[in-house]
Nanobody, 127 residues
Framework: QVQLVESGGGLVQAGGSLRLSCTTS????????MAWFRQAPGKDREFVAV????????NYVDSVKGRFSISRDNDKKTVFLQMDSLKLEDTAVYYC????????????????????WGQGTQVTVSS
């Protein structure tokens, strides 16, 4: 059983930056692809970014490409989401998720493929 705890959310002005962290415990971290999703009020949960278990492959939703960057530290069992040039539409609860994969599996953008989730951290971008 993997436990995930997000941190780093908060209130920021448009154009500003935040760095989210997700610290894990209870599993072998380097066997999991790690992803960030977000959910705004009244909307479905949306894929944001994913990083493969070895850190070599990343993928982003088009709306955050060039502004967000996902990374991981396998020694610290932590995944990060650096968010720059934040926009009002980035306001949401951000969730960290883990997916146990075999080495050659492709990364996934589907929430249903992720068995483990954190409690979420609120990101609010103001004008």
């Amino acid at each position: 059983q993997v436990q995930l705890v997000e941190s780093g959310g908060g209130l920021v002005q448009a154009g500003g930056s935040l760095r989210l962290s997700c610290t894990t415990s209870g599993g072998t971290f380097n066997r999991y692809d790690m992803a960030w999703f977000r959910q705004a009020p009244g909307k479905d949960r949306e894929f944001v970014a994913v990083i493969s278990r070895n850190g070599r492959n990343t993928n982003y939703v088009d709306s955050v490409k060039g502004r967000f960057s996902i990374s991981r530290d396998n020694d610290k069992k932590t995944v990060f989401l650096q968010m720059d040039s934040l926009k009002l539409e980035d306001t949401a609860v951000y969730y960290c998720a883990a997916r146990h994969v075999i080495l050659t599996a492709a990364t996934s953008v589907r929430p249903a493929d992720y068995a483990y989730w954190g409690q979420g951290t609120q990101v609010t971008v103001s004008s």
